[in-house]
C-alpha cells in the first residue's frame, strides 16, 4: 500500500496563477504530481458549484488562484 | 383591523390599485389563505392575526404574475419580511416599485402549524385564542394554554423587521422597539462544535431530504424559471435523493439566496420531513451581515451585496 | 507634401519601446524594434514587485512582451544596434547591425540543456550578479525570443577553439559557431528612441562601501533578492553569513540630487521604489525593522502618497529626515550609519543590511548613439528634448520616449512611448485597416459527430525524458469520440503540423487535442494552424503536459505519464464539446470626441486631426485653455504663447469643430460606436464618433485655511503668478514673503500630492527674487517635491538665499493678523524650524499658499455616462495604473490631463499625445473583430436580475428592462465570465469555457484514478 496522498484540484486563471504554474515548471520547480490544473478565464468565472462538484468527484483540496 | 379594512377598501375606491392581495380565513381554524380583493364588498373578508404566515408577495414574481397578469397595479398586504421580499424584488428588477402598493402591517409573529400540532399532539385543533403572551387551544374535549412563543414560527422569534421597511401605508403601531435576543446563537452555538460533529449533523439532517423542492418552490427569493437542479445542460447535480447530492442542492441553494433570504422561514414551514434549513440559511445571512454590513432587503437602494464589490472588504479567505 | 512611409523603427525593447511598437503595430504599420540585449523587456523583469499597487512586474509586462512578439506588423531584431541613420524625415534609411547569436533561433526549443552543462560561469547581468550563468545563455527564463544565445567574449570555443560541448548535447541541432553579423538596411519614416537608463553605480562612491561590504546592496540587487523568481528565490538574507537581516536602512539619494557628480536632478522614481522595497521587505520578514534615510519623500505621482502614509502607518516603515555621511562595516557584518539629524547632530545607527537606493542616469553608450543619430543630448547626458516640445529630439522626424530624455517611473514611460508614436505618424502613412478576410473557408461541423484526433509532442527531450508519450498517444486512442491519436517530435515545428494538417484531412477529424506546453504561448500558432487547415480555430484544445507536468515532476516519470493521461482524458472531454465560435465585427467610426479645449483637450484634438480624422472638441467654457490660461511663466519657455499658438491651432484646423459653452447631456453606445447629446443654451445635437477623450481638467482647491480671504496680503501661487505677470506688487514696501506649501493637499481627506505646486512656487519665487534680490522668500514645506531635472531651479533658488523651513502636519504653520479684525494689520507666520529646534516668526507682507488641485464634481456624472470609474479622490482611474495609463477598462475611452492626476503642462501634452495614439489604434481600423470567447445569454432562463449588470467590470452587459432579460455587448464583453458564475438561474453561459465545457472536464478526472490508488 503507498502512503495515502491527497488529490488536489487547481482551477487557475489564466493570466496570472497559470501563467505562476507554467513559471514554476520553466524553473523546474518539483512540486508532487497529486495535482491537476484547470484553466480557465478568470478566477471570477469559478462556480461555487465547481468546487462542490470536484469535492464530491473525490478531490480531497482544491486550490483557486487568480 | 378595521384601520386596515378602511385603508384598503379607500385604495381600492380611488382606484389606486386594480387589486389587493391579502389573506382570508381558511377552511381550518389554524389556516388563511391568499384572497385576491378587487371590491369594495370582498374586503370585508381580509383578515390580519397570526395565522397569515405565507408570504404573498410571490404572487408578484413574474413567473406567478402571469395568473394576474390583467392587474396593472397591485395592492398587498405586507409583513416585515413580506416587505422586504419586496424590496428584493424591485432591486432585481422583478417588479417596478410605482407598480405596487404596499400596505404594511405590525407583526407580532406568525404560528408554526408544526408546532402547534406538537404542542397538542397531532390532536385536532378547533379554535385558539391569544392572551397576551400565552395561547388558549382548543379541541375536542380539551383546551390547553401554552406560551405564545412556542407555537411561533422560528425566525419570529430573533425577528428584527416586524414592521414592512418598506411601505406606502402602514396600519397599526409600529413595534419598533422590539427587543430580540441573539439571532446568530444557534450558529455560533453550532460554530462551537468540532469540525466532524457539524459534519455529522449536516450530513445525518440531510440525509433526510427528499428532494421534493417544496422549500425551493415556497421561497419567494427562489424565482428562477428554471431552477439549477432542473437543467440538463450542464446536470448541474444529481437529481437523487444520494446525500451527497442533497446536501450540495441545498448548499448551493443557500448561496443562491445569500444576501437575499429575508428569512420569513416559508422553507421551514414547508418541508415535510422538517430538515434544519435555518442551519444554513442563518449561517450565510450571518456571513453577509458581517462581511457585508449588508441585510437583505432592508433598503431598496442599496446593491446587493453579492453584487457588488467594495475595496475594504474582508478577505480573508484569501491566503498569502 | 511630405514624405511618408509605412515603416518606423524603434530603438531599444523595455516597456516604452514595447508600448511604442504595440500602438505603432495596431495603427498597421510595420515597426522594426531594434534592441541591443538578446530579449525584449528592459529593465521590468527585474523588478519584483511595481509601486503604488504591488502588483507582480513580470505578470504584467509578460502579456505585453507576448503580444508584441507575436504581432504580426512586428520584427524584432535582438542583439542589434544602430549603425546610422540617413536620409530625411519619412525617408530615412537607417542602418542596423544584427550581432550574431551563434544558435539557430528556429531550432532551439529552449530546453537549457546546453547552458547546464556549458562549463564557463560568469556573473549574471539579470541578477545583478547573485548569480552565475554560462557563456551560453538566455537573460531570464520568461525572455522573448525565449532562445539562447551564445556570449562570444565568454565562450570558450568562439574564444580559445575549444569546448564545442554545448553542440554535442544540443538536442535540436541548433549550435552554430559559423554564425556572422549581419548589416540590415531598413527604410523608415521615423524613428522612436526609447533605449532607457542605467542605474547610478555606486562602486566607490561617498563612503557607502558598495561591494567593499558584502551587506551593504543597491536597491536593484535587493530587488532580485525579494524576487520570488530571483536567485535567493525571494529569501532575504546577508550576503556575509546568510542570516535573514532583522533590520534594513534604505539610503536615498545615492546618485541622485548630487551636483558633486553632476547629477544635480532628481531620479523621480527611487522614494517610491524604496517605499515599495520597504513595504514588502516587511511582509517577507516578520518584525523586521525597515527604516529609509532620506532628504525629501518625493511620492508626487497618483495614489503615491496614500502608499507612503500605509508605509509609515500599516507597515511601520520608519522614515528619517537625515543625511547618511558614512557606512561603517562593524565585526559582525552589520553596517553602522553615520547621519546627521535635521537639528545638526550627529548619530550612529546600526544596521544588519543597507540598501543604497541607486539614482537613474544616461545609458553608458549615449552619447555614441547620439553622435550616430545626429541628435543633441542635455546638460545631464540625457537626450535634449525642449520643455513644450518633450517628445521631440534636436534632429526632426525622430522622436524620444522612455527615460532616456529624462528619468521616468513606468506609467510615464509608457505614456511618453504612446505619446511619441502620436509624434512619429507625421511621417508615417496611415490607411485605415481592413478585417484581414481568411483565406481558407471554414468546413461546416454543426451535427457532425465529434471526431477528434490527438497529438502528443515529445518536444526533443523535455516531455519525452520524462513522460512515455508512447503511452499517452496510445492511452488517447481508447477515449470517447478519438479518431486518430499519434506522438510527434516538435508539433509546433513546421512539418509536424503540416503532419497534422494531413491527418485532419484524412480522419475527417473535426476536433483537435494537442498535449505539449502552455497554452499562453502556443495556442495561438496551433489555432492558426487548425485554420489552416478548414476548421474553425476554436475546435482546438491544448493539455499542458511540459510546462505543469515533466518539468515540475522529473524525478517521478511513472506519475508525470499518469497525470499526461488524465491531462489528455480532460483535454478530449473538453474538445468533444466544443463548438465553433465567430468573431463579430465591429464597425469603427472614424470621428473623435475630445471632452474638454483646455492644453491636454486641444493637443489630443491636434494629433488626431493631424492624422486625418475628424475630431467634435467641446468645451464648457466660452474660451478655450482651461487653466492655462492662468499660466504664465514656465521657467524658459512662455506658456501664453503656447496657449496662443494652440488655440490657433485647433481653430484653423479644418477637421477640428469647436463647441464652446456646451456640455455633454448624453453618452450612448460602445467603442466605435458612441452617440453623444450635447446642450448648448439654445439647442440639443447628438455627434456620432468612434473613440472617447476625456480631457476635462481639474480646478484649484478653495482653501480656508491660514486666514485665506480675510486679508488681500494672503493669495495662491496662481493669484502670485498673476501678480507677477501683472507686475501689480503691493503699494507698500515689502521685506518678506513667506509662502506655505501643501495647502489642501496630502491630507486626511485629500491623501495626495498636487504634484506641481512645489514646482510653481520654486518657478514663481526665481522670477520674483530675480526681480526684487533684496525681499526674503520664507518657504514653509513638508517635502520639497522638484522631481527631475526641475531638482536644478530648486538649487538654483536655494543659492539665491531663500529660507526652506520644514513642517510637519502636526506642527503646521500658524498665520495671525495682529488685529484681527482688521485686513490691513500686521500679518505674522509662525512656524516650527526643526534646524534650529524651536519657533520663528516671520511679519508677512505676502502670504503665498501653494492650494491643492481638486477633481472636478462634474467627473462623476461623466464618468456614469462613460462607464469609467474614479479613484476615491475624484480624479479618474486608468486601466492599469502601470501598463496603461491613459485607457480605461472600457474600449474606446482615454484620459489625458489633470482629469488623470494633476501634471505639469509638457506632462499633460505628452499624455493628451499618448491617449490620441491610443485612440488611433482603434480609429485606423475600419473594424474590430470582437472576441470569440464571449458570453451570452439563454433568454428563457433570463430573470433578468441584474446581478450579472452589477458584477461586469466592462459594462459588456445590461438588462433590457422591456424585455425583462440581460443582453450582451459582444463589442465590450472580454470573456471573464464573472457574470456567468454570478448567475443563479444558469441563463448566462461563456463560449469556450462554458459550463458544459468545464464540467466535461471535471467528469473526465472523476474517471480516472489519480494516483492509481
Request: net charge negative.
Amino acid at each position: 500500500m503507498k502512503e495515502w496522498q491527497p488529490k488536489i484540484l487547481a482551477i487557475l486563471c489564466n493570466w496570472c496563477s497559470y501563467a505562476g504554474a507554467d513559471l514554476a515548471g520553466v524553473s523546474r520547480m518539483q512540486y508532487p504530481p497529486n495535482v491537476r490544473v484547470i484553466r480557465i478565464p478568470c478566477s471570477g468565472r469559478v462556480d461555487p458549484l465547481f468546487i462542490m462538484k470536484s469535492l464530491q468527484t473525490g478531490f480531497d483540496g482544491i486550490l483557486v488562484s487568480g | 383591523m378595521q384601520q386596515l379594512v378602511k385603508k384598503v377598501k379607500e385604495i381600492i375606491k380611488n382606484k389606486e390599485v386594480d387589486v389587493v392581495i391579502g389573506w382570508g380565513r381558511g377552511s381550518l381554524p389554524f389556516s388563511a389563505t391568499p384572497i385576491f380583493v378587487e371590491t369594495e364588498k370582498d374586503v370585508e373578508k381580509l383578515i390580519f392575526d397570526e395565522t397569515c404566515r405565507n408570504n404573498l408577495t410571490t404572487y408578484l414574481t413574474k413567473d406567478k404574475r402571469r395568473i394576474s397578469k390583467e392587474y396593472k397595479k397591485i395592492g398587498i398586504i405586507v409583513k416585515g419580511c413580506d416587505s422586504r421580499s419586496v424590496v428584493l424584488y424591485t432591486v432585481e428588477n422583478q417588479i417596478k416599485r410605482e407598480n405596487v402598493v404596499l400596505i404594511g402591517v405590525p407583526c407580532n409573529g406568525v404560528f408554526e402549524k408544526k408546532k402547534l400540532s406538537q404542542l397538542v399532539e397531532g390532536k385536532e385543533i378547533l379554535d385558539f385564542q391569544i392572551d397576551v403572551d400565552n395561547i388558549i387551544i382548543k379541541g375536542r374535549n380539551f383546551e390547553q394554554t401554552h406560551p405564545l412563543k412556542d407555537a411561533l414560527c422560528d425566525p419570529c422569534l430573533t425577528c428584527q423587521y416586524p414592521d414592512a421597511p418598506e411601505y406606502d401605508y402602514f396600519i397599526g403601531t409600529p413595534r419598533k422597539d422590539v427587543n430580540v435576543p441573539d439571532a446568530y446563537k444557534m450558529i455560533n452555538d453550532f460554530g462551537e462544535k468540532s469540525a466532524e460533529e457539524r459534519w455529522a449533523y449536516i450530513q445525518e439532517e440531510y440525509s433526510k431530504c427528499i428532494r421534493c423542492y417544496a422549500c425551493r418552490n415556497i421561497c419567494p427569493s427562489c424565482y428562477c424559471p428554471e431552477c439549477f437542479v432542473d437543467q440538463n445542460d450542464p446536470q448541474w447535480i444529481g437529481k437523487t435523493p444520494e446525500v451527497t447530492d442533497s446536501i450540495i442542492f441545498h448548499l448551493i441553494r443557500n448561496l443562491h439566496v445569500a444576501g437575499r433570504c429575508v428569512d420569513c422561514g416559508a422553507c421551514v414551514s414547508a418541508c415535510p420531513v422538517d430538515l434544519d434549513l435555518r442551519i444554513m440559511s442563518k449561517k450565510v445571512e450571518k456571513e453577509i451581515k458581517e462581511r457585508f454590513d449588508y441585510t437583505a432587503g432592508t433598503d431598496i437602494n442599496e446593491k446587493p451585496a453579492m453584487a457588488s464589490y467594495c475595496e475594504n472588504e474582508k478577505q480573508d479567505f484569501i491566503m498569502g | 507634401m511630405s514624405l511618408k512611409s509605412r515603416s518606423v523603427m524603434v530603438v531599444g525593447a523595455g516597456i516604452a519601446g514595447i508600448q511604442a511598437s504595440l500602438d505603432l503595430a495596431e495603427m498597421g504599420l510595420d515597426v522594426h524594434l531594434v534592441e541591443e540585449s538578446a530579449t525584449i523587456g528592459g529593465r521590468m523583469p527585474q523588478l519584483d514587485k511595481t509601486f503604488p499597487t504591488n502588483d507582480c512586474s513580470m505578470c504584467i509586462l509578460a502579456p505585453k512582451m507576448s503580444e508584441c512578439a507575436r504581432h504580426p506588423n512586428i520584427t524584432i531584431h535582438i542583439k542589434s544596434s544602430v549603425a546610422e541613420v540617413t536620409g530625411n524625415p519619412g525617408d530615412f534609411t537607417a542602418k542596423i547591425v544584427e550581432h550574431a547569436k551563434y544558435v539557430d533561433p528556429v531550432k532551439c526549443v529552449a530546453c537549457g540543456l546546453c547552458e547546464e552543462k556549458c562549463p564557463v560561469k560568469v556573473d549574471d547581468e539579470f541578477d545583478m550578479g547573485l548569480r552565475k550563468r554560462g557563456a551560453i545563455s538566455r537573460s531570464f527564463l520568461q525572455s522573448i525570443p525565449s532562445e539562447y544565445t551564445i556570449d562570444e567574449e565568454r565562450c570558450l570555443y568562439l574564444t580559445k577553439g575549444v569546448c564545442r560541448i554545448c553542440e554535442k548535447v544540443c538536442p535540436a541541432g541548433a549550435i552554430n559557431y559559423e554564425d556572422k553579423d549581419i548589416e540590415i538596411e531598413l527604410n523608415v519614416g521615423s524613428v522612436i528612441l526609447a533605449s532607457g537608463i542605467d542605474t547610478f553605480n555606486p562602486i566607490g562612491f561617498g563612503h557607502f562601501g558598495y561591494k567593499r561590504y558584502p551587506n551593504v546592496v543597491t536597491s536593484l540587487d535587493f530587488e532580485r533578492m525579494l524576487s520570488a523568481s530571483g536567485p535567493f528565490g525571494g529569501h532575504v538574507v546577508r550576503a556575509s553569513d546568510n542570516i535573514e537581516p532583522k533590520s534594513i536602512a534604505f539610503i536615498q539619494c545615492v546618485g541622485s540630487r548630487d551636483e558633486s557628480i553632476d547629477h544635480n536632478y532628481c531620479s523621480s522614481a527611487c522614494c517610491m521604489f524604496a517605499i515599495k522595497e520597504a513595504i514588502i521587505a516587511k511582509e517577507h520578514m516578520k518584525g523586521l525593522d525597515s527604516s529609509i534615510f532620506y532628504m525629501d519623500i518625493r511620492a508626487f505621482g497618483k495614489d503615491f502618497d496614500k502608499y507612503y502614509e500605509k508605509a509609515k502607518g500599516q507597515y511601520g516603515v520608519q522614515f528619517i529626515k537625515s543625511k547618511v555621511s558614512e557606512i561603517r562595516e562593524l565585526e559582525n557584518g552589520s553596517l553602522s550609519l553615520r547621519h546627521v539629524l535635521e537639528n545638526g547632530k550627529i548619530e550612529f545607527t546600526e544596521f544588519d543590511m543597507v540598501v543604497l537606493s541607486v539614482g537613474l542616469q544616461p545609458r553608458e553608450n549615449i552619447t555614441k548613439l547620439a553622435k550616430k543619430l545626429d541628435i543633441k543630448l542635455n546638460e545631464f547626458g540625457f537626450c535634449r528634448s525642449d520643455t513644450f516640445e518633450p517628445l521631440k529630439t534636436s534632429r526632426e522626424g525622430i522622436y524620444v520616449c522612455g527615460a532616456m530624455n529624462g528619468p521616468r517611473d513606468i506609467p510615464e514611460s509608457v505614456t511618453t512611448a504612446s505619446g511619441a508614436v502620436a509624434e512619429a505618424v507625421k511621417y508615417l502613412r496611415l490607411d485605415r485597416q481592413e478585417i484581414i478576410e481568411k483565406k481558407i473557408p471554414e468546413k461546416d461541423i454543426v451535427g457532425d459527430r465529434p471526431r477528434v484526433g490527438t497529438f502528443v509532442c515529445h518536444c526533443g527531450i523535455n516531455i519525452a525524458g520524462v513522460v512515455d508519450v508512447k503511452d499517452v498517444a496510445e492511452y488517447a486512442k481508447d477515449l470517447p469520440n478519438v479518431e486518430h491519436s499519434e506522438d510527434l517530435m516538435y508539433a509546433c515545428s513546421q512539418d509536424c503540423m503540416n503532419t497534422i494538417k494531413q491527418r485532419i484531412e484524412e480522419h475527417d477529424l473535426n476536433r483537435i487535442v494537442i498535449a505539449a506546453c502552455t497554452p499562453r504561448t502556443h495556442e495561438p500558432l496551433f489555432r492558426d494552424m487548425v485554420s489552416e487547415a478548414g476548421l474553425n480555430p476554436y475546435l482546438f484544445e491544448m493539455a499542458n503536459i511540459r510546462d505543469q507536468c515533466s518539468w515540475a515532476h522529473m524525478n517521478e516519470p511513472e506519475l508525470a505519464t499518469e497525470k499526461s493521461k488524465d491531462l489528455m482524458n480532460m483535454g478530449v472531454a473538453k474538445a468533444r464539446e466544443l463548438a465553433p465560435l465567430e468573431r463579430l465585427p465591429i464597425e469603427i467610426n472614424p470621428k473623435a470626441l475630445v471632452i474638454g479645449a483646455g492644453l491636454a483637450g486641444m493637443t489630443a484634438a491636434e494629433a488626431l486631426a493631424d492624422a486625418g480624422h475628424e475630431v467634435f472638441l467641446i468645451e464648457k467654457e466660452a474660451e478655450l485653455g482651461g487653466n492655462l490660461r492662468n499660466i504664465y511663466f514656465a521657467f524658459d519657455k512662455d506658456p501664453q504663447e503656447l496657449l496662443a499658438e494652440k488655440i490657433k491651432n485647433v481653430t484653423k484646423n479644418k477637421l477640428i469643430q469647436l463647441y464652446k459653452s456646451t456640455q455633454i447631456e448624453k453618452i450612448d453606445g460602445y467603442v466605435g460606436n458612441f452617440i453623444t447629446t450635447l446642450k448648448t443654451e439654445k439647442d440639443e445635437q447628438t455627434l456620432e464618433h468612434g473613440i472617447v477623450i476625456i480631457a476635462t481638467g481639474a480646478e484649484e482647491h478653495k482653501t480656508k485655511e491660514y486666514l485665506y480671504g480675510k486679508s488681500s496680503r494672503i493669495i495662491t501661487q496662481v493669484e502670485f503668478e498673476e501678480m507677477l505677470h501683472t507686475q501689480q506688487f503691493p503699494k507698500q514696501k515689502m521685506k518678506n514673503i513667506v509662502m506655505i506649501q501643501c495647502v489642501g493637499s496630502r491630507e486626511e481627506d485629500k491623501m495626495y500630492c498636487s504634484r506641481v505646486c512645489c514646482t510653481k512656487a520654486v518657478k514663481n519665487a526665481l522670477t520674483f527674487k530675480k526681480r526684487f534680490p533684496n525681499i526674503n522668500i520664507y518657504v514653509a514645506y513638508r517635502d520639497i517635491r522638484t522631481y527631475g531635472f526641475r531638482e536644478k531651479y530648486y538649487t538654483e533658488l536655494r543659492d539665491l538665499g531663500t529660507m526652506f523651513v520644514h513642517y510637519d502636519l502636526d506642527k503646521k504653520p500658524e498665520v495671525t493678523l495682529v488685529e484681527e479684525w482688521n485686513p490691513d494689520s500686521q500679518l505674522n507666520v509662525t512656524v516650527f524650524d526643526p534646524i534650529i529646534d524651536k519657533e520663528i516668526e516671520v511679519k508677512a507682507d505676502l502670504l503665498v499658499l501653494a492650494t491643492a488641485i481638486d477633481a472636478k464634481k462634474e467627473n462623476i456624472d461623466l464618468g456614469r455616462m462613460l462607464k469609467v470609474s474614479l479613484n476615491t479622490d475624484g480624479m479618474f482611474l486608468e486601466a492599469h495604473v502601470k501598463l496603461r495609463p491613459v485607457d480605461f477598462a472600457t474600449d474606446g475611452v482615454f484620459v489625458a490631463g489633470l482629469a488623470h492626476t494633476p501634471k505639469d503642462m509638457d506632462e499633460s501634452m505628452t499624455q493628451a499625445k499618448a491617449a490620441a495614439s491610443r485612440a488611433l489604434t482603434f480609429l485606423n481600423k475600419k473594424a474590430i473583430l470582437a472576441e470569440g470567447t464571449i458570453c451570452e445569454v439563454n433568454d428563457n432562463r433570463c430573470t433578468g436580475c441584474g446581478y450579472c449588470e452589477q458584477i461586469c467590470a466592462y459594462n459588456a452587459i445590461e438588462v433590457d428592462l422591456e424585455k425583462e432579460i440581460a443582453i450582451v455587448n459582444e463589442a465590450l464583453c472580454k470573456g471573464c465570465g464573472a457574470c456567468v458564475a454570478s448567475c443563479r438561474c444558469g441563463a448566462l453561459d461563456l463560449r469556450g469555457f462554458s459550463n458544459e465545457q468545464l464540467f466535461s472536464a471535471f467528469d473526465a478526472l472523476d474517471m480516472v484514478d489519480i494516483l492509481g490508488d
